[in-house]
């Protein structure tokens, strides 16, 4: 069964763990395309070879690199005719370029093909964007959504075809795993992992961080860049805790295993925006991999992946946060209990191998076998 995923999510070489466990599986040919880096308002992620063994890796141009809408790739009627593969797995948005493009291509090429989605939210896109989603969604072959909700809008914009809810992504649970020990006298250690900006509520951290106050030995460590860095550093100065928030940028994710090991807590504040909500927190799965209790906001997906693993406040409650930040820290056994939790919440549903199992499972039905 030969295989092609086209993937610029896959430039991240933590994400390519997955792809040796699809390519572990028995009677699976993967090769995967992937562009040389790939850019978006936070900053330029360039690509991680990290894991390559067992697959193809094809790093191919990519046109119109950063505008989500509009990329795609240029050379992929080539690869499709010297590949002749029995699947196309379109890492992809069906209203976006790329998808349409691939799903053409592959169409005329014979192959079957699926799309990958985390839309969450039911969203009405003006021309040519309206209807090329429409075309994807008459023509594809299968669809895999990321959650209920994305699954969910899909029915809602008239896919009919057959669906699957399965994580884009998994981990590796002996690379995400907890600390053997941590350093003694460093205080509490709180982390956030994402882009900076406002929808990702990280000034609602800050904040009740301000308001858990100065007695409490606590520190804030942020890894993400984006537009509203500046704007957080001043309310950190502004709060009179500038000296307690550590601004990284961004970390090759080969190292978030051990940033993780170094958490005492990890909060993912995200806030609704009328076209965003968050579609699944993927810092909270790693997090809770390593033992880490989380602290997420109730925007989208956050409760679903959080589970028992973790507290949920409402998002943009800066009060709620604190709260729950202060029982954290005062209480070692509640940390302890949702870290146990947390990663057997992340062994049960979401390693890279069961994902891998769970969408070649997809690629088999497809084929017939």
């Not at 028995?26 to 063994?53: C, F, N, Q």
């Not at 799309?115 to 039911?122: E, I, P, R, V």
Request: glycine letters at 10%; a positive charge.
């Amino acid at each position: 069964m030969r295989i092609l995923m086209l993937s610029k999510a896959c430039v991240v070489g933590m994400y390519q763990r997955k792809l040796e466990e699809m390519a572990r599986l028995p009677g699976v040919e993967l090769t995967v395309v992937v562009p040389p880096s790939w850019r978006d308002p936070s900053g330029e992620l360039r690509l991680e070879k990290a894991y390559t063994s067992g697959y193809r890796m094809l790093v191919e141009p990519i046109r119109f690199n950063g505008s989500f809408h509009l990329h795609y790739f240029p050379t992929l009627a080539r690869r499709l005719n010297t590949l002749c593969p029995d699947v196309v797995h379109i890492d992809e948005e069906p209203y976006n370029v790329a998808a349409w493009h691939a799903l053409w291509l592959a169409r005329r090429a014979g192959a079957k093909t699926l799309f990958f989605s985390w839309q969450n939210l039911l969203r009405r896109y003006p021309f040519p964007f309206s209807v090329g989603e429409r075309w994807v969604l008459r023509h594809v072959d299968y669809a895999i959504a990321g959650t209920d909700s994305a699954a969910e809008v899909w029915r809602a914009k008239g896919y009919r075809g057959p669906l699957a809810v399965i994580p884009q992504f998994g981990i590796d649970p002996d690379l995400f795993m907890p600390a053997k020990a941590r350093a003694a006298g460093r205080g509490f250690v709180v982390g956030y992992v994402g882009r900076l900006v406002p929808e990702k509520g990280v000034d609602v951290l800050i904040r009740a961080l301000a308001q858990v106050g100065t007695a409490s030995a606590w520190r804030l460590e942020i890894i993400g860049q984006g537009p509203e860095r500046e704007s957080l550093e001043r309310l950190a100065r502004s709060l009179n805790v500038g000296d307690r928030v550590a601004f990284t940028g961004q970390v090759p994710s080969t190292r978030m295993p051990a940033f993780y090991q170094e958490l005492d807590a990890l909060v993912l504040p995200s806030r609704t925006r009328p076209n965003w909500k968050e579609q699944f927190g993927r810092a909270i799965v790693e997090a809770m991999a390593c033992g880490v209790p989380v602290i997420g906001s109730d925007s989208g997906f956050i409760p679903g992946a959080v589970g028992d693993g973790g507290l949920i406040f409402p998002e943009g409650s800066v009060a709620a946060l604190a709260a729950h930040l202060r029982a954290l820290m005062e209480d070692e056994a509640l940390r302890r209990q949702l870290g146990e939790r947390g990663r057997a919440r992340v062994l049960e549903r979401y390693t890279h191998r069961q994902v891998a199992a769970q969408t070649v499972a997809v690629y088999r039905e497809m084929v017939g076998g």
